[in-house]
């Protein structure tokens, strides 16, 4: 049976009962995950999933249904259920559904993939992190070392009334290690390349080879040993550099956020809240200084981020969007049919969805601030700095529910003094309101410097899905920030 006869099934039932437009999702994905825990196996799981989703209008108002038994019987059950639900949906609907017009296309795409992961086994894997993991713990002072790896494969076929038929497969591959140091009433962490798991990408196993994970352990374990040496983050209204996987966190909480158009327009509120950004300061708010340009691109060039695709889950290409172009907000991650709203005539391409029992919403791409035009390398930036503080690897974020007012901390801090990296600070963090910090950015490294970092945890909508985002960052310099110690360990 082929996925075209499953999708026939599907928008010939939904069709006839009246739906003025139906699209199917058929996902096969599959995952492996793994984690050590001083020397253990703290986890291991392997799971697959197969599925459809279907997504109808009827009288302009949605209806979504789903199952995982594609027998023709299940299949056309679950389109009649999703005109069901679209049916009782337009009786209560606020305003009519419109989507605007996108070509019906025919589409084979696959991701960028050297080694397909799961051709490595669990055996091998665990080999590699238990290395790592000794590493972590053959430094003196490190009491908790972790480590962990994932992988997933997401093959997906989308159908709709209008013609389009695109099947896209990528692959996903993260992993990180983590130290901890407890003394006496104070625990420290250092993370490696990144918190939160480490660093997720569009790519196959030879991610893990890049990662250099055991060549690293040993300097991340002696830096969370160290900083129970090292003196608090001192206080006050300073220079702030920061490390680019620092400023990617400071891009999706700040930035990436707030320009969803469904929070935007208050259709989506769970989790993150609404948005600070409304309407009337679309190409009117001067949202950072003239060197902050940020965009959401989806498309293979801009790199192998968690938020690249060929087309999106309504079947519309992706594209590249400037979001603020030399410090102007310019755009807003949009779908078909929230466009409109914003006087757009297409679709940006940013509607996912977690998975085949899910409804597509709207996501960050890969939302990244571009790098400098003229050369500067980390070491330059630093030797430009007359004093400050360098922050890297985030701890902690606290943003208000309109992405306005935050606090972020981040594992490790250094003093910059006459152009050099002085002494290590042990619990940094800084403050600040979204439009005042963008425009405090008075330098950025070039492109040498910039990584295009994975978020593989960003939740959204209810029930909860989890997507994979990117942004790419490089070192930049932030003028008069409040810096402080958020955490008042013992000094």
Known sequence: MSMKQISDWALNTATQRGAG????????????????????????????????????????????????????????????QAVEIARASARVKEQPVKLV???????????????????????????????????????PGVTLAETNLHFRRH??????SEGSDIHQTRYISGAGLVAYSFQGTEIQKRSYPNSFGGQYQNKGYELLDELKLLENARRIGEQ??????????????????LDSSQLGLQIHESI???IELDRVLGMEANFAGTSFLTLEKLRTLRYGSDIVNVVADATEQHGPGLGTFAYDDEGVAAQCTPIITNGLFTG?????????AIGETRSNGTMRAEGWNR????????????????????????????????????????????????????????EIKGGKLGRMFKNPSYSGITTEFWNSMDAICSRDHWTL??????????????????????????????????YKGSS
């Not at 795409?109 to 290395?131: H, M, R, Y």
């Open 21 to 80: 437009y139906a699209d199917v999702r058929i996902v096969d994905d599959r995952h492996r995950s793994l984690a050590t825990k001083n020397g253990k196996v703290a986890h291991a799981d392997s799971s697959e999933s197969l599925g459809v989703g279907i997504r109808v209008l009827v009288n302009d108002a949605w209806g979504f249904a789903s199952t995982d038994d594609l027998s023709r019987e299940a299949v056309e059950r679950a389109a009649a």
């Open 101 to 139: 017009p996108e070509p019906a296309v025919k589409v084979e795409w696959a991701g960028p993939c050297k080694i397909d992961p799961f051709t490595t086994s669990v055996e091998q894997n665990l080999d590699l992190l238990t290395k790592v993991d000794a590493e972590l713990l053959a430094v």
């Open 155 to 160: 093959e997906q076929w989308f159908y709709s």
């Open 224 to 241: 969370a040993v160290a900083l129970h040496k090292a003196e608090q983050c001192p206080q006050g209204t300073m220079t702030l550099v």
């Open 256 to 258: 990436g956020h707030p």
């Open 332 to 340: 807003y991650i949009s779908s078909r049919e929230t466009a409109p």
């Open 359 to 414: 409804i597509p919403l709207i996501r960050m791409t890969n939302i990244s601030i571009l790098p400098g035009e003229k050369p500067l390398s980390f070491e330059q930036l630093i030797a430009d700095t007359d004093s400050g503080i360098y922050m890297q690897t985030n701890r902690s974020w606290s943003i208000d529910d309109k992405r306005y007012n935050f606090q972020f901390g981040t594992e490790i801090g250094w």
């Open 453 to 486: 970092w994975g978020t593989p945890n960003c939740g959204k909508g209810q029930p909860m899905q989890t997507m994979g985002t990117g942004h790419g960052a490089a070192p930049a310099r932030f003028r008069n920030i409040k810096i402080g110690t958020a």
